[in-house]
């Protein structure tokens, strides 16, 4: 049985430091939870995150089982947003964020096979957030995105060019939420080395 790895597959999850790429982001379908605060101390976050995985990998053996059809579970993704974007380029301070945390699924699983999942992970030891996840798809359409290296709080000084100079300079406009995608684990990876495509959707026109 051939496994498929989206990373692979979608060019939208390919990203190169130093390099600032328009892509057209097909509709996508995710496992989804929200929150607020700052990840790095915020217990909602963990559990969140906590909450995700087995209900990814519910669906990725059943698919396997049931459809013949193996996957690669996809990276970690995270939309962010606050009433004040600022704080994303300058204070960073990430009390006054808002997050969906993200694990893609396959087009192919429905949403039968979504509650059949979250039946069977809640029948034993359910994660502590099981109930809040939901089953969404996702249309970003035209983005700009970079790959950063290193740590998450040395993040702003890439936003600030993409936010200030990349996008304005192609008569683009900011749309929608700041997205990132995780490519590597910050529990094995050192901080300067962790991956992470920062991507923004944008527009032609500005919006009020």
Same mark, same amino acid.
């Given at each position: 049985?051939?496994?498929?790895?989206?990373?692979?597959?979608?060019?939208?999850y390919?990203?190169?430091?130093?390099?600032?790429?328009i &892509?057209?982001?097909?509709?996508?379908q995710y496992?989804?939870?929200?929150?607020h605060?700052?990840?790095?101390?915020s217990?909602?976050? =963990?559990?969140?995150?906590?909450?995700?995985y087995?209900?990814?990998?519910?669906?990725?053996?059943?698919?396997?089982?049931?459809?013949?059809?193996?996957?690669? &579970?996809?990276?970690? /993704?995270?939309?962010?947003?606050a009433?004040?974007?600022?704080?994303?380029?300058?204070?960073?301070?990430k009390?006054?964020?808002?997050?969906t945390?993200?694990l893609? %699924?396959?087009?192919?699983?429905?949403?039968?096979?979504?509650?059949?999942?979250? /039946?069977?992970?809640?029948?034993?030891?359910?994660?502590p957030?099981?109930?809040?996840?939901?089953?969404?798809?996702?249309?970003e359409?035209?983005? %700009?995105? =970079?790959?950063?290296?290193g740590?998450?709080d040395?993040?702003?000084? %890439?936003?600030?060019?993409?936010?200030?100079?990349?996008?304005?300079?192609h008569?683009?406009?900011?749309?929608?939420?700041?997205? /990132?995608?995780?490519?590597?684990?910050?529990?094995?990876v050192?901080?300067e080395?962790?991956?992470t495509?920062?991507r923004?959707? %944008?527009?032609? =026109? /500005?919006?009020?």
């Open positions: 049985m051939e496994k498929v790895d989206f990373k692979r597959t979608i060019d939208s390919r990203a190169r430091v130093g390099q600032f790429r &892509v057209d982001v097909p509709e996508l496992l989804m939870i929200d929150g605060g700052d990840p790095n101390v217990p909602a976050y =963990t559990e969140a995150v906590e909450s995700l087995p209900l990814a990998y519910a669906m990725k053996f059943a698919s396997k089982r049931e459809l013949d059809r193996d996957y690669v &579970v996809p990276p970690l /993704e995270g939309l962010w947003w009433d004040d974007m600022t704080v994303f380029t300058t204070a960073r301070d009390s006054h964020w808002d997050w945390m993200m893609m %699924v396959p087009g192919w699983l429905d949403h039968a096979m979504f509650a059949a999942a979250v /039946e069977k992970v809640g029948a034993a030891n359910p994660p957030r099981l109930g809040a996840i939901r089953l969404e798809s996702l249309t359409g035209r983005c %700009v995105q =970079t790959l950063h290296l740590s998450y040395d993040e702003a000084d %890439v936003l600030a060019t993409l936010h200030h100079d990349v996008i304005p300079r008569g683009l406009h900011l749309l929608g939420k700041h997205h /990132e995608i995780y490519l590597g684990d910050p529990r094995r050192a901080p080395r962790l991956r495509i920062l923004q959707p %944008v527009s032609s =026109t /500005e919006r009020d």
